[in-house]
């Protein structure tokens, strides 16, 4: 399950990815047109169970309400010494991100799925750390969070609106990933 992003946020990720800070790291970039905030990855599923899920989803979240997000800092995780994933943070009403997503895993719960443990932490992934050893990618990602140009492009916040939450269908090609949005659960205003 995840929120769609808009035009000036995947505008963003392209500008970021495009820096010679982050394009000379040995990433697998996300793709601008296909990024998404995430909020549950769920794996193979069954089409029955992806069917019960798809029929829940807006009573689920009918209460839930919009919020606004913008765009933060660079983040990595699992830390900087041992970085996997560098993303975008998101700031601004993430308390209502972290309902939905708070409404989402219980809801998913009870359905019988596994979700995620730890804390949801809101980010846009920029990209993942390709297979392989880079004994110098912990000093490259500090420098990334200290280049200029990325400092600059973070300086202006890119704001929107979280207004529904989309369940989502990945396929896995050889050109990369494309994503079928199955249902679209609206939230409240």
Known sequence: MAIPLPAEVTSLLSSLQQ???????????????????????????????AELLSMSLQPTLSQQRTCRLRTANLGVFPNERKPRVLWIGLAGQTDGLISIHRTL???????????????FQPHITIGRVRDGSFPNLP???????????????????????VRDVHLIRSHLEKSGP????????????
């Open 19 to 49: 820096t010679p800070a982050i394009a000379g790291l040995p990433l697998r970039m996300v793709d601008p047109g296909i990024a998404h905030l995430t909020l549950s990855f769920l794996g193979d599923t069954a089409p029955e169970r």
């Open 105 to 119: 895993t219980a809801s998913l719960q009870k359905l019988g799925f596994a979700v995620e443990d730890g804390p």
């Open 139 to 161: 000093s490259d990602i500090k420098a990334v969070f200290g280049d200029a140009e990325i400092r600059r492009l973070l300086s202006d916040p890119v704001t929107f609106d």
């Open 178 to 189: 494309r994503y079928e949005t199955l249902r679209v659960a609206k939230l409240k205003p």
